[in-house]
């Protein structure tokens, strides 16, 4: 098993600004996409922005230009820089990771545990 291990979440004003991070620790061959997700209370949960191996990205209409994903693939890790948070950007962020335990092992899609995102005044 893999467990990913997010940081990051908290509650913020309106317009304001958040960076979640999200870490595959121990043994990792390697990783495919990575990408993050949100649920908010009642409703399903739904893609916020993916990111593969090589860098091309994928965002939800509702976060173009405001959220940015990136990686860094020497410590298998994918953040998630928030800006000009709304209301409606409350939700719990659970991250997703494609990964690969060994040369020969499939890809595994694993979820860390989900950090809160409150956004408020």
């Known amino acids: 098993q893999v467990q990913l291990v997010e940081s990051g979440g908290g509650l913020v004003q309106p317009g304001g600004s958040l960076r979640l991070s999200c870490a595959a620790p121990g043994i990792i061959f390697s990783i495919n996409a990575m990408g993050w997700y949100r649920q908010a209370p009642g409703k399903e949960r739904e893609l916020v922005a993916a990111i593969t191996s090589g860098g091309s990205t994928n965002y939800a209409d509702a976060v173009k230009g405001r959220f940015t994903i990136s990686r860094d693939n020497a410590k298998n890790t994918v953040y998630l820089q928030m800006n000009s948070l709304k209301p409606e950007d409350t939700a719990v962020y659970f991250c997703?990771?494609?990964?690969?335990?060994?040369?020969?092992?499939?890809?595994?899609?694993?979820w860390g545990q989900g950090t809160q995102v409150a956004v408020s005044s």
């Open positions: 997703y990771a494609d990964v690969r335990r060994s040369a020969i092992s499939p890809y595994v899609g694993y």
